[in-house]
């Protein structure tokens, strides 16, 4: 199946006069089932509709929107799949210098808060066209929200935008709902009862039985109605539970639906049989290609959903909790696609999703009483409920080996270290070791400290030590030299330097020193931005500690990599601040020597000379007239 049309020559060679819709998106245009575009152009063209894709316009005028005319339905706008404002910029909110989901990998070619600036320009363009958002920026910012970049509260993205709705979550659902209904004849403003989407009114009457938020000048001003809110949206994000959410504004008031049910087996894995190009569009290739596709194009997506419930990370507001995982049919057709591909060098990079060994419901209860409101799967302890179970993933493993021109399968998207030594059946373990990682496996325990693992909701420190105990131990009996890397955050909510020094010696405790370190990132929809916002843990209604200072971050991610000269002054500071001396001195348990290292200090003293006012006159060349000594 060809990409789809691009420019109006495209469109009309295929004998329409006009798109049914027009998808405009922040990000390049690659159709892969890893992009979120490419899946609901896809859906929409399978139940018969025409899609139009606008990918990357030029903000700056209407000149591109313009381009296939206005569409019979609507227009359908995304900023790609990341937040155009994290895509943009680091958590020290400096510009990043590269895109991968641009051509060349460029940065600069959409918008900060694309989702707002492409609905603003098609309106200017079609003041009465429909215009529907969705894709992840939509989906994290569809209620009043904390922006980390503005550092205040922003009203819903659906009134910001101007926008008729907003479709969240994963989507395949309700836009077919949406387009079904559009193509009957319903205007957009009469589209109020479809799951999964989000609208806006002035009637309250009209809304019905719903839960009322505090309002928005409430949340803007008053961080324990901020924390109120939030915990009432995340206690609706189940398909079975959730009620209808109402937040009040005075513009209005916007209205969230229930979520959409989660994709059946049979339906993920239509979805993934779809005759996507699998690569980006060829407009791209004498620009260097779109980098974002080389890690995703021989990799299989295998599920959908989380039990895990990391405070940060919001795939529970994004996909919800239950899993749903594709059939070993499915992803091997696709494996064997891959096969195909004339750059396939007899590599599958991942087998995952969300987390790679979620492959069915956490318990059977779920998909009849949903997930539970009042307790997590995994955190604080294992819930007795859970069903604890590799097999269905060690075998497609095993048929996915067996695929002629499949020379490894490596698993690269987030393992639950502690839903796996949980298992007490060690087959896929011992398979992992010897079958699906080259050297090293990487890990996310996150921290050690078990104040700042309860604030993440993370497991505590010993259920990783039992991992990687066991790890090192199937390793020794397969005779392989395989370690695990973790994956280690600075200044999350509830860690203070104390944590941070307690992170540093367990680093030098088991050799370990990362080359990046990562700093929490506050983004929209988790549970830790709201706990760094507020300074409350929503849960339970107490204040939390939250690291904000610049110089104190700076001092926290020093602490992870503590053995790097640059380092050394912050490191101390830290050290000092927190009363832990001990830590500096010639023993083996100290971090740091009583004074700088001495190639540091050659290296600033001759920072400091070139920095005196060099002579700008020519120096006389020295020859060296002696003879050197043999």
Same mark, same amino acid.
């Given at each position: ?23 405009? $998106? ?11 575009? +490419? ?12 899609? &139009? ?33 994290? #895509? ?23 918008? *900060? ?14 003041? #009465? ?52 209904? !559009? ?36 949340? +803007?001003?008053? /961080?324990? /109605? ?30 969230? #639906? ?30 260097? @290609? ?15 959903? &989380? ?12 996909? @919800? ?30 087998? @995952? ?9 956490? &318990? =059977? =209860?779920?998909? %009849? ?7 997590? &799967? !995994? ?11 590799? %097999? ?25 270290? *502690?839903?796996?030594?949980? *298992? ?8 992992? $070791? ?6 090293? !496996? ?51 909510? @509830? ?100 004074? =700088? ?7 600033? #003293? ?25």
């Amino acid at each position: 199946m060809p990409f789809l049309p691009v420019t109006k020559e495209e469109m009309l060679k295929r004998g329409w006069e006009r798109p049914d819709f027009v998808y405009v $998106c922040g990000d390049a245009y690659v159709d892969h089932s890893s992009f979120g575009a +490419a899946i609901i152009c896809r859906v929409l063209e399978s139940h018969g509709y025409k899609v &139009c894709m606008i990918a990357q316009p030029d903000w700056h005028s209407t000149d591109d929107f313009k381009r296939f005319g206005e569409p019979r339905l609507a227009f359908l706008v995304s900023a790609g799949n990341i937040d155009s404002m994290v #895509n943009h910029y680091t958590v020290a909110k400096k510009r990043r210098s590269k895109d991968a989901y641009s051509p060349g990998g460029k940065a600069g070619l959409r918008p *900060d808060r694309a989702t707002i600036v492409y609905c603003n320009k098609i309106r200017e363009a079609y003041k #009465n066209a429909a215009i529907i958002i969705g894709g992840i920026e939509a989906s994290l910012r569809r209620l009043s929200h904390y922006d980390y970049w503005d550092n205040k509260v922003r009203r819903s993205i659906l009134l910001d935008s101007g926008a008729d709705l907003l479709l969240y979550g994963m989507g395949e659902h309700q836009i077919i709902e949406m387009a079904d209904a !559009l193509d009957s004849g319903l205007p957009v403003s009469e589209l109020t009862f479809l799951r999964g989407t989000v609208y806006k009114t002035r009637d309250r009457e009209r809304i019905g039985d719903c839960i009322w938020l505090p309002n928005y000048t409430e949340t +803007a001003s008053d /961080k324990n /109605k901020y924390a109120e809110s939030y915990m009432i949206q995340y206690g609706n994000t189940d398909f079975v539970t959730a009620k209808t959410l109402a937040e009040e504004y005075r513009e209005g008031i916007v209205v969230q #639906n229930p979520p959409s049910p989660p994709l059946t087996e049979e339906e993920l894995d239509r979805v993934y049989s779809l005759p996507y190009m699998r690569t980006y569009h060829p407009m791209y290739e004498s620009m260097g @290609g779109i980098p974002a596709i080389e890690e995703i194009k021989f990799s299989l997506s295998a599920n959908r959903g &989380c039990f895990g419930s990391c405070n940060f990370c919001a795939i529970t507001f994004h996909q @919800g909790r239950i899993v749903t995982a594709r059939s070993d049919k499915s992803l091997v057709e696709e494996a064997v696609l891959m096969t195909e591909e004339k750059d396939f060098k007899g590599y599958i990079h991942d087998v @995952g999703g969300p987390t790679a060994n979620f492959m069915q419901p956490a &318990c =059977k =209860k779920q998909l %009849k009483a949903g997930a539970c409101k009042d307790r997590q &799967c !995994l955190f604080p302890e294992k819930c007795p409920n859970l069903i604890v179970d590799h %097999k269905r993933y060690l075998r497609v493993l095993r048929k996915l080996r067996n695929i002629p021109k499949v020379k490894k399968v490596f698993i690269r998207s987030g393992l639950r270290y *502690d839903y796996l030594i949980y *298992d007490k059946d060690e087959s896929f373990f011992n398979e992992l $070791c010897k079958y699906h990682i080259s050297g090293q !496996l990487r890990i996310a325990p996150e921290h050690v400290s078990d104040r700042v693992l309860e604030k993440m909701g993370k497991p505590k420190k010993e259920v990783y030590d039992r991992f990687v105990k066991k790890f090192d131990e199937i390793n020794r009996k397969c005779g392989l030299d395989q370690y695990c890397i973790p994956y280690l955050m600075s200044s999350h909510p @509830g860690s203070d330097l104390k944590a941070a020094v307690e992170l540093a010696e367990y680093l030098r405790d088991t050799g370990h020193m990362p080359e990046q370190v990562q700093d929490f990132y506050p983004t929209p929809g988790t549970m830790s931005t709201c706990m760094y916002y507020t300074e409350i843990d929503p849960r339970t209604g107490k204040k939390v500690y939250v690291p904000k200072n610049p110089h104190e971050k700076a001092m926290q991610r020093a602490l992870m990599q503590y053995r790097v000269p640059a380092n050394y002054d912050l490191v101390k500071e830290a050290l000092i601040k927190v009363g832990r001396e001990d830590l500096i001195g010639f023993t083996p348990h100290c971090l740091i020597r009583p004074q =700088k290292p001495i190639e540091d200090v050659r290296r600033n #003293n001759k920072n400091n000379q070139n920095t005196k006012t060099k002579n700008t006159a020519k120096k006389k060349t020295i020859r060296n007239t002696h003879k050197k000594k043999r």
